[in-house]
T-cell receptor, first 111, second 112 residues
Framework: DADVTQTPRNRITKTGKRIMLECSQT?????MYWYRQDPGLGLQLIYY???????NKGEISDGYSVSRQAQAKFSLSLESAIPNQTALYFC??????????FGSGTRLTVV | QKEVEQNSGPLSVPEGAIASLNCTYS??????FFWYRQYSGKSPELIMS????GDKEDGRFTAQLNKASQYVSLLIRDSQPSDSATYLC????????????FGQGTTLQVKP
């Protein structure tokens, strides 16, 4: 099993719908992150969490929300999806000072 | 200046050659640097980390850190077509934020 699991792998949704992307990890890391990646724009941080009671906004948090249900689970929600949220979404985990481990990604298309 | 900058490329090298990928950084990052490899449509994979000045070798990969000039390099010896991917340079932001800041990535093409 993968250390960091994202579901779903692919999703097509309509404008205005609420959608949740889920991430779970077995690495025992406290720190979890959500990034989006657009072609040519690199990785942009949406939200991050250093423990269950700690949630922080990243560079592009508008239109997104998160929930840290447990140390191992970190979910990203799009409250009302819009087409420019079409992107590849990655969850990542880390231990302090160590580089990230990424999940396989969710390809989201908003039509 | 962006915190972490890379030339987007593409960088094209023949099979068997040395590929040299470069990254510059600003004073707004800490001194921990990482190189990730990302195949198209896949997730980034950590291939090298470097924390101190000098070279660090792992197989065909060598990471180089020059703090005085504020650059980090990744050398790939005996490049193979399977090395064709986008390489992301990353560093933690200063102030122990725990957030990795990524460069835009350099696309490497290794031609048979």
């Amino acid at each position: 099993d993968a250390d960091v699991t994202q579901t779903p792998r692919n999703r097509i949704t309509k404008t205005g719908k609420r959608i949740m992307l889920e991430c779970s990890q077995t690495k025992g890391h406290d720190r979890m992150y959500w990034y989006r990646q657009d072609p040519g724009l690199g990785l942009q941080l949406i939200y991050y969490s250093f423990d269950v009671k700690d949630i922080n906004k990243g560079e592009i948090s508008d239109g997104y929300s998160v929930s840290r249900q447990a140390q191992a689970k970190f979910s990203l929600s799009l409250e009302s999806a819009i087409p420019n949220q079409t992107a590849l979404y990655f969850c990542a985990t880390s231990d302090s000072g160590i580089g990230y481990t990424f999940g396989s990604g969710t390809r989201l298309t908003v039509v | 200046q962006k915190e972490v900058e890379q030339n987007s490329g593409p960088l094209s090298v023949p099979e068997g050659a040395i590929a040299s990928l470069n990254c510059t950084y600003s004073d707004r990052v800490s001194q921990s640097f990482f190189w990730y490899r990302q195949y198209s449509g896949k997730s980034p994979e950590l291939i090298m980390s470097i924390y101190s000045n000098g070279d660090k070798e792992d197989g065909r990969f060598t990471a180089q850190l020059n703090k005085a000039s504020q650059y980090v390099s990744l050398l790939i010896r005996d490049s193979q077509p399977s090395d064709s991917a986008t390489y992301l340079c990353a560093a933690f932001g200063s102030g122990n934020t725990g957030k990795l800041i990524f460069g835009q990535g350099t696309t490497l093409q290794v031609k048979p």
